[in-house]
């Protein structure tokens, strides 16, 4: 079974600054990507997905990730944050079966 | 357009009391429906899935049970609540027969549970 592994529990940025979220997972095979993003009070929204193609992958609100297979790394990135980012951030990865697994997610508080 | 609906938004139950939540997709046929639980900083774990009617995968032993006694209906079940299963639960779709790039997941709104 696949597992994936987020480094970060909590990032805390000022607005404007760079953001990055790490995700590796632990799988040889074909795999799909996804980040979900869940904003408080609201529901877990997918941010952006990957299967194939292109390595960087661009998502809603300006968020993109980079797929780099040699590292089993799929991290999130957004190059300047606002304070509506302020949300919990899953990584998440299935090997073409019924399910989804999830990394233990990276809350992101946003100043301003 | 599909949409999911999840009820109660909240509640809470003694310890030893029956547990039912209830989750109904709309808009589509024959889909792929999940229930989750998210514990904070541990993400969220599987605990049944289904890919059809009657037909119940349970990932997790554990003090709770699901059922789908129509096709977009998934209603997770418990006989007596233990205080361990207080948390955040959370159903979810998706297109079979498979989660995919072109299948992803969509989440309903959730369920907070305290037991108490």
């Known amino acids: 079974a696949q597992s994936v592994s987020q480094h970060n529990h909590h990032v805390i940025l000022s607005e404007a600054a760079s953001l990055e979220l790490g995700c590796n997972y632990s799988y040889g095979g074909t795999v799909n990507l996804f980040w979900y993003v869940q904003y408080p009070g609201q529901h877990l929204q997918l941010l952006l997905k990957y299967f194939s193609g292109d390595p960087l992958v661009k998502g809603i609100k300006g968020f993109e990730a980079e797929f780099i297979k040699s590292k089993f790394s799929f991290n999130l990135r957004k190059p300047s944050v606002q304070w509506s980012d302020t949300a919990e951030y899953f990584c998440a990865v299935n090997a073409r079966d019924y399910k989804l697994s999830f990394g233990a997610g990276t809350t992101v508080t946003v100043r301003a | 357009s599909q949409t999911i609906h999840q009820w109660p938004a909240t509640l809470v139950q003694p310890v030893g009391s029956p547990l039912s939540l209830e989750c109904t997709v709309e808009?589509?046929?024959?889909?792929?429906l999940y229930w989750y639980r998210q514990a904070a900083g541990r993400g969220l774990q599987l605990l049944f899935y289904s890919v059809g009617i009657g037909q119940i995968s349970s990932e997790v032993p554990q003090n709770l049970s699901a059922s789908r006694p129509q096709d977009r209906q998934f209603i997770l079940s418990s006989k007596k609540l233990l205080l361990s299963d207080s948390g955040f639960y959370l159903c979810?779709?998706?297109?079979?027969?498979?989660?995919?790039?072109?299948?992803?997941?969509?989440f309903g709104n959730g369920t907070r549970l305290t037991v108490t």
């Open positions: 808009g589509t046929s024959n889909p792929n």
């Open positions: 979810a779709w998706s297109r079979g027969p498979y989660v995919s790039y072109n299948s992803p997941l969509h």
